[in-house]
């Protein structure tokens, strides 16, 4: 089968291209070694191998998407390329097209977005452009399918008269210059491509602005021969973006959409209606479902002793349902992300936040990570993906625990309201904006001292609005998902099991249904030293503290559960402890899912490691200092509580 | 009167006529069709002046601050009254991009 190459620029419509003629089989994947992201499909109808290329501007190998793009062309050798052009943006997208001609290849060029140009006046006329070029120059619709049939026949013109690469530069006076720079790459398979692209990644700035200008120039002076101008009429993009850029409502509006989709998610009474919101009504459904389930096989043996059917029933049947659980918050999270990405809605919040973010040394688009960790942290981790570089995403995943999440609340609720009679919603406020500032001065000081510290340059094309596919839409909710339970599910599940048999095994490894016997308190025991500095393990009952802490790990609501289980809740603690307790609490290493979300998106136990011990060692040094430091100031200021 | 795009405002169009920045922001900026002499208008400010939006070579891109201050632009002065139904046939008039 013939291989056919997908190239054009990013928002060109290709992948929508790409789609329709193989019919959304797609099979996807990742570029070896990056997470760019790899598409392959079979255009049954005429017979070619399709592959979606990233979206690039050009081919020099500065980012991912064009190492890539590059590494498929010159090692895989593709038969024939298609380039796909949005007409709209002729004139820049001729640029990739120079380039492209340089290769010794069959190439075809589709002019896709007819409509829009139209609206926008622009009519080009397509045999003309394929005289200048040298190429056959078709016209499609990406998304009805018109132009298919010509599509195919121009590839299979194409594949049979087989293509030298040529250059646009010969034409130049500049050129007489450039060819011996070029000339001991000729002859060689793509010589002439891999020379000139050799010539523009020299070190003298000159070659490569020159180059570009030559390449601007050609693709100028082809527009003019081949675009007829009418009268433009502003599209819809710009009469929406009238509004969600608008200077003073553009972020009240992006954050209120921030805001339905949190409460989409997380909510527990739906717009005040007493019903629980989609995400949460599927999340309890589900564990219900699973409970349920779990029930019904336990009946098949009622022989079981009393320590199994706990071990099947808390351990496995309860660690299936947590893993399982966080699947409908994740996709419904995923839904309207990949939505807002997909519409296009997603940039225009990277260039409104763009100054806001920078204070923060971190990317605009780590905004909705972020906002997520306050429901969970979980789903919050795996939607760092839609972020662009890696490093942010290292620093967001690092920071996204400082965003108290919901489990974490319940012993909020507990100490505050009993502890705290007066200023409780200060205390809570406190919290909260605590989290989120600790989380922005780790994010500049891990920007600056161990990433590179240099600001990634925010320069981004604004693409138009439209209405994501149904179809791919599904798809990726459909991957997530089965990513999700394959790889995150299966770890949390081991966790849980391993930490409920910590809880009601004793050290001789016998079942034991007082947990002050089992081995997680003799850890408790083991380690309380280590909280007392921070002044809520201390006396006798301070055990009871740590081991809460520790059954944390397990789930954050659990710690509210043991103190209450243990026997003494609040009053282990006196308002100051309870403050660098719930500091604590905040800071700490997240849940076992949490953690496994982090894993999993880190991919190396290193970095799992220095998480762990960040966030450890941030929370203690918080405790310790809002117990200490605390201390004194409420000692000087006695009656403030 | 030569300064950055960092100073151009809303409706103003300009010439570019260098750059002043690191060799990645220049190659991005070249792939992306800002080359010396290419005209760019500006459309909107982000809140906080986070970011400028510009028309260029038939497109919008938006440029951050700080990227925005390492391209030296020669001012023309404000191209359209306001961004109405067919601000681009205004433009165009003068100068087809």
């Known amino acids: ?641 | 009167m030569q300064t950055s795009l960092s100073g151009l405002r809303p409706k103003e169009r300009a010439k570019v006529i260098g750059f002043s920045c690191e060799k990645a922001v220049l190659r991005r900026l070249l792939e992306l069709g800002i080359t010396k002499n290419t005209y760019l208008f500006c459309m909107r400010w982000a809140p906080l002046q986070g970011a400028i939006e510009v028309w260029v070579r038939g497109y919008r891109l938006a440029i951050g601050y700080e990227d925005a201050k390492g391209i030296l632009i020669e001012k023309e002065g404000k191209q359209v009254e306001k961004i109405g139904l067919h601000w681009q046939s205004e433009l165009r008039k003068e100068r087809p991009f």
């Open chain 1, 1 to 641: 089968m013939k291989k056919l190459g997908f190239i054009g620029n990013p928002n060109c419509g290709k992948s929508a291209l790409f789609n329709t003629l193989t019919g959304g089989d797609a099979r996807v994947g990742n570029w070896p070694g990056v997470t760019v992201e790899r598409k392959e499909g079979i255009w049954k109808k005429e017979g070619y191998l399709c592959v979606d290329l990233p979206g690039v501007y050009s081919f020099s190998p500065y980012t991912p998407e064009e190492r890539v793009a590059l590494g498929f062309i010159i090692e895989e050798k593709p038969d024939v390329l298609l380039q796909v052009i949005d007409c709209t943006a002729l004139e820049r997208s001729l640029y990739l097209t120079t380039q492209i001609l340089e290769l010794d290849l069959p190439l075809v060029v589709a002019l896709n977005m007819r409509e829009l140009a139209q609206a926008q006046g622009i009519a080009i006329e397509a045999a003309t452009l394929s005289e200048i070029l040298g190429i056959p120059v078709v016209e499609i619709s990406a998304i009805t399918g018109e132009g298919q049939a010509a599509l195919a026949e121009a590839l299979g013109l194409a594949l049979q008269k087989g293509r030298k690469g040529k250059t646009i530069l010969a034409q130049d006076k500049l050129w007489p210059k450039l060819l011996p720079l070029v000339q001991p790459y000729l002859g060689k398979p793509q010589g002439l491509f891999l020379g000139i692209r050799n010539l523009e990644r020299q070190e003298t700035v000159d070659w490569e602005g020159n180059i570009a200008a030559l390449r601007y120039a050609f693709s100028v002076a082809c527009c003019q021969k081949v675009t007829k101008q009418g009268v433009a009429k502003r599209d819809e993009t710009e009469r929406l973006d009238g509004l969600f850029l608008h200077p003073l409502l553009g972020i009240p509006i992006f954050l209120l959409l921030m805001a339905f989709l949190f409460h989409m998610t997380f909510s527990l009474s739906f717009f005040g209606t007493g019903f629980p919101s989609p995400g949460v009504f599927f999340k309890q459904g589900m564990e219900y479902a699973i409970t349920i389930l779990g029930d019904m096989i336990l009946r098949f043996f009622p022989q079981m002793p009393d320590w199994g059917k706990a071990f099947f029933s808390e351990g496995i049947v309860g660690g299936v349902g947590k893993a399982v659980s966080f699947l409908p918050q994740i996709l419904c999270l995923f839904f309207w992300l990949t939505f807002l990405e997909d519409s296009g809605y997603m940039a225009r919040t990277a260039f409104l936040l763009n100054k806001p973010m920078g204070w923060l040394g971190i990317s605009g688009r780590a905004f909705l990570p972020l906002l997520t960790g306050f429901g969970c942290s979980v789903p919050a981790m795996l939607g760092a993906r839609t972020m662009e570089r890696e490093e942010s995403r290292k620093i967001t995943r690092l920071i996204i625990p400082f965003f108290s999440c919901g489990a974490k609340l319940p012993l909020y609720v507990l100490l505050v309201g009993t502890l705290f009679p007066k200023h409780g919603g200060l205390l809570f406020f406190c919290l909260y904006i605590g989290g989120v500032l600790v989380g922005a001065v780790w994010a500049r000081i891990l920007k600056k001292r161990i990433f590179s510290g240099k600001e990634a340059p925010f320069i981004m094309e604004m693409p138009r609005y439209h209405w994501p596919r149904g179809d791919t839409l599904m798809q990726t909710l459909y991957r997530r998902g089965k990513e999700y339970l394959i790889k995150a599910a299966t770890v949390i599940l081991g966790a849980s099991i391993l930490i409920w048999l910590a809880s009601h095994m004793t050290l001789e490894l016998e079942m034991t249904m007082d947990s002050s016997q089992s081995i997680l308190s003799f850890i408790g025991r083991g380690i309380t030293p280590f909280f007392t500095p921070l002044g809520f393990a201390a006396g006798e009952d301070g055990w009871k503290a740590t081991a809460a802490i520790l059954s944390g790990f397990a789930a954050k609501e659990a710690v509210v559960s043991t103190l209450g289980v243990l026997g003494g809740g609040e009053e282990l603690f006196t308002p100051l402890s309870a403050f660098s307790f719930m500091v604590f609490h905040l800071l700490s290493i997240p849940c076992v899912a949490a953690v496994s979300a982090y894993w999993l998106e880190e991919k190396s136990v290193l970095r799992l490691l220095f998480a762990l011990c960040l966030w450890l060692f941030t929370a203690w040094i918080a405790a310790f200092l809002v117990y200490h430091i605390g201390g004194r100031l409420l000692f000087a200021f006695s009656g403030l509580l």
